[in-house]
Every structure is written in structure tokens, then in C-alpha cells.
């Protein structure tokens, strides 16, 4: 394709080594040309965008993966946006694989909602649609002003389970906690699987953890004759014994998550499964994001491989762990793009997709 008659341009909004090759294969697949633009830290480590090519009356799409410096990358995709529509970018569509600050997306300990500030942030820089996959909450997408197609993993990780485990119709599907089972079964019912589901103190649900409203009320002035209203006590949380609901001895364990990123629970969990009899341990999950001594405590622990996509750069994690797998999702960020500019239906990319995927 032609890519002055494409009617579109693809631009890397990060100067990183995997952003640009993610990019380029997202390219290659769509026929077209990386757009020409320059990315970079000026000496005040101020962030610079320099877009080298007209984009007038065009659709823009710009790929950004997520690295390591959370903050920056944003700040990438925010300037290039402004910069694109500054440059009369007829729509500007971001192309983010993992959604940054996607955890921060309820209320907790007197904080924010990170997650809906950044929606307002990209809206605001000239953002007019986004392409994702595998929002940490799918409720998320309600707090952006324009469109967001939230794509899924699993057919491709279903596929790398079908092809490169053997003998994986001895395998059990499990979840970390009740509130990952409807994933689980999921995948499950796919792969025709059994199903386990880890229940107790081994696991901190993020649920359960403290919101800052149990600490007492500062003193405060009370009208003479009137007393505070006795509400109803409520007891506080104990969790059970560790339970693992399923069984999974003598056969394969495969714990499947949307992120991957502190694996204390995962190495517990998988502890746990190898004295319940599992003799062999993947982890499947749609973002990597390992971070601090993610590698090496998956490298001494119980886990045989973590597979995950390439929608976070983690090629340093890979040199520090062997166990570490990618499956390449490329493919259904082209064909996205693809249909968006062609104004085509996206029902195709969620063929037998449930909402619980």
C-alpha cells in the first residue's frame, strides 16, 4: 500500500527499541511506513516531539507501549497528540496495548481515580479514539468521552496453550482468588479444561485491602441534646485456612491473569499447587510488566514458564529469566487499525470473545 494514498499515517510516540519494533510489525502487517517523527528528552528532561511529515486531514494512529518510566511514556503520548492536532490531524487514535494506571481505577485510601484523570488528560491532548487490550477493569472504558476498543488476549494465549504445552488436555485451569474465576472458567471452557480456584490468607485480594475509612473520626463539636446515631457494627474479615477448590494433582497447573507484575502471590500460589501434586506450573497473563526482582523470584521459584504478549516492553526480564515466554499480538493491533480507518466492523476481532475474558 501506497502510503501517501493510505490516508493514514502510523507513528511510534516512544524513542524505546521495543516500542519502535512493536510499531514496525504493526507496519509491516498493514503494508505501510512507519511515519517520520522524533521523539526525545531535551537537556532539562523536558519532552520533545518533532512530527517530520504532514498529517492534514489524515487519521493518525500512535503506538505506545508502557516501559519502565510509566510518567514519561505518558507525557510522550500527550505531546504527540497535541502535536497532531495542532498539525490539523483529521483523528488521532491512540494505539495503547497496556493502559497505564489502569489499577488505580477505584477510590482507595482517601486518594484518586488516576485512571479517569488520564482519560481526561487524553481527551483533552486531542486523542478521538483509543485501541487497548485487556483493561484491568472492563468498566473503565465509561470513563473516556470518545470511543475505546478494548481487544482480548486469550485467543492468542489459548493458542500458544494449545500448541507449545504438551500434553495439555492433563491440564487444570486455576485462579489465584474467586474474584479471577470468572476468567478462569473462561479459559476453561475453551480448552474443554477442569477448573481450581484458590481461596485464603495466601492470597491479599486487592478488595480486601485497607481504604484509610477505618481510622476514627477526628473529635468533633456536637450540638448540645444530640448524641451520634449507633449504626450497626460490622465484624472484621478473617480469612480461612488456604483451600484450594479443585483438584490438581497429577496434572498440569495453568494460573491465567490479565497482569503479571509483583509475583510474590504467583510464587505462593504456585508453592501451594506443587504440595496439592501439580508436577508442572504456567503462568499465563496479557501483561508483563515484572517489575523490581520480578525475574529473579520467578527464576528460584516452583513456576516452569510465564507467558505473556508483547504489550509491555520486558526484553531485560527475558535476559534475567529463561522461563520467560512471548506470544506476539501484533496482528490484532494491525487489523484494528485497519478497520477503524475503514470504518469496518470490529465484531470480527471478538468472534466467541465473552465478556468475561
Known amino acids: 500500500m501506497n502510503v501517501s494514498r493510505s490516508g493514514y499515517r502510523v507513528f511510534s510516540a516512544n524513542s524505546s ?3 519502535i519494533e512493536l510499531a514496525k510489525k504493526i507496519t509491516e502487517r498493514l503494508g505501510v511506513e512507519l511515519g517520520k517523527s522524533v521523539v526525545y528528552q531535551g537537556s532539562n528532561s523536558e519532552t520533545k516531539v518533532e512530527v517530520q511529515e504532514s498529517v492534514r486531514g489524515q ?3 500512535i503506538i505506545q507501549t508502557i516501559p519502565r518510566d510509566v510518567n514519561t511514556a505518558i ?5 504527540m497528540a497535541y502535536a497532531l492536532k495542532t498539525n490539523c490531524a483529521k483523528n488521532i487514535i491512540g494505539v495503547i496495548p497496556y493502559f497505564p494506571y489502569s489499577k488505580q481505577c477505584k477510590m482507595r485510601k482517601r486518594g484518586s481515580i488516576v485512571c479517569k484523570l488520564l482519560a481526561s488528560m487524553l481527551a483533552k491532548a486531542g486523542l478521538t479514539h483509543i485501541i487497548t487490550m485487556d483493561l484491568h477493569q472492563k468498566e473503565i472504558q465509561g470513563f473516556f468521552s470518545f470511543p475505546v476498543d478494548n481487544l482480548r488476549a486469550s485467543p492468542f494465549l489459548i493458542q500458544y496453550i494449545q500448541e507449545e504445552i504438551p500434553d495439555y488436555r492433563n491440564a487444570v485451569i486455576v485462579a489465584r482468588s474467586p474474584s479471577s474465576a470468572k476468567r478462569a472458567q473462561s479459559y476453561a471452557e475453551r480448552l474443554r479444561l477442569g477448573l481450581a480456584v484458590m481461596h485464603g490468607e495466601a492470597h491479599h485480594s486487592e478488595l480486601d ?4 475509612r477505618q481510622s476514627p473520626p477526628p473529635m468533633s463539636r456536637t450540638t448540645p441534646g444530640h448524641t451520634g446515631l449507633e449504626l450497626p457494627l460490622m ?3 478473617e480469612k480461612p485456612p488456604i483451600t484450594v477448590v479443585g483438584d490438581v494433582g497429577g496434572r498440569i497447573a495453568i ?3 490479565d497482569i503479571i507484575d509483583d509475583v510474590e502471590d504467583f510464587v505462593a500460589t504456585a508453592e501451594i499447587l506443587k504440595e496439592r501434586g501439580a508436577y508442572k506450573i504456567y503462568i499465563m497473563a496479557t501483561h508483563g510488566l515484572l517489575s523490581a526482582d520480578a525475574p529473579r523470584l520467578l ?3 516452583a513456576i ?9 516492553p520486558h526484553e531485560v526480564q527475558k535476559l534475567q529469566c529463561p522461563k520467560i515466554k512471548t506470544v506476539d499480538v501484533s496482528m490484532i493491533l494491525a487489523e484494528a487499525i485497519r478497520r477503524t480507518h475503514n470504518g469496518e466492523s470490529m465484531a470480527y476481532l471478538f468472534r466467541n470473545i465473552a465478556v468475561d475474558d
Do not use: Y
Open 17 to 19: 527499541t521495543a516500542c
Open 59 to 61: 487519521d493518525i494512529f
Open 75 to 79: 507525557m510522550e503520548l500527550l505531546v
Open 209 to 212: 485491602m485497607p481504604d484509610g
Open 235 to 237: 465484624m472484621a474479615k
Open 255 to 257: 494460573i491465567v491473569d
Open 299 to 301: 527464576e528460584d521459584s
Open 304 to 312: 516452569d514458564e510465564v507467558v505473556v504478549t508483547n504489550t509491555v
